[in-house]
């Protein structure tokens, strides 16, 4: 159980267009989703959190125009890079949070989507 | 803000050997800290799972510790195989927020 798929795996753009990456949790619902940034050789980086039916929260230094967080199910959220440029590209991580006991909290990642802009 | 440094980046040995990972932080008031695997180009692999109120967990080859006066903790990987080859990060949760280190890379020669 508490498995989370992220769409597509890998995808190569061009410069000034927009791309959608999907991230779901297929056996829970999750009120919470995170979504990382992780550069070669260096840790994963909070960009944002998603909750369901609301806005993101977007963390310090991270453009929430160029960035953009949909979390419109308690199974979905999804992130638009938009106007894609050559230092976007990266591995985007994104978790969802698992409420076990009303106090227990686990984040589950999923898989990762390796982006390059050309 | 939570600092969380992870030494040594990358480690060799050959199979057989114990290995060892160390991680510090600098922001003790933490709800847990986790310990994962990441293959190249992969998410993340959950390994261990340490409450703030506990000292260890085993899992097991696997075994991690636990000191928030100190602000450790350690991974202890006994007898190491090639499979073990990977990059293990930690990541401590202060808040709803996961902090995590850069890794340590790890490389157990057949």
């Known amino acids: 159980g508490a498995v989370v798929s992220q769409h597509p795996s890998w995808v190569i753009c061009k410069s000034g267009t927009s791309v959608k990456i999907e991230c779901r949790s297929l056996d829970f619902q999750a009120t919470t989703m995170f979504w990382y940034r992780q550069f070669p050789k260096q840790s994963l980086m909070l960009m944002a959190t998603s909750n369901e039916g609301s806005k993101a929260t977007y963390e310090q230094g991270v453009e929430k125009d160029k960035f953009l967080i949909n979390h419109a199910s308690l199974t979905l959220s999804t992130l638009t890079v938009t106007s894609a440029h050559p230092e976007d590209s990266s591995f985007y991580i994104c978790s969802a949070s698992l409420w076990q006991h009303q106090t227990q909290e686990t984040q589950y990642f999923g898989p990762g989507t390796r982006l390059l802009v050309l | 803000k939570q600092e969380v440094t992870q030494i040594p980046a990358a480690l060799s040995v050959p199979e057989g050997e114990n290995l060892v990972l160390n991680c510090s932080f600098t922001?003790?008031?933490?709800?847990?800290l986790q310990w994962f695997r990441q293959d190249p180009g992969k998410g993340l692999t959950s390994l261990l799972l340490?409450?703030?109120?506990?000292r260890e967990q085993t899992s097991g080859r696997l075994n991690a510790s636990l000191d928030k006066s100190s602000g450790r903790s350690t991974l202890y990987i006994a007898a190491s195989q090639p499979g073990d080859s990977a990059t293990y990060l930690c990541a401590l949760r202060n808040d709803y927020k996961l902090s995590f280190g850069a890794g340590t890379t790890v490389t157990v020669r057949a």
């Open positions: 922001d003790s008031a933490i709800y847990n």
């Open positions: 340490i409450q703030s109120s506990q």
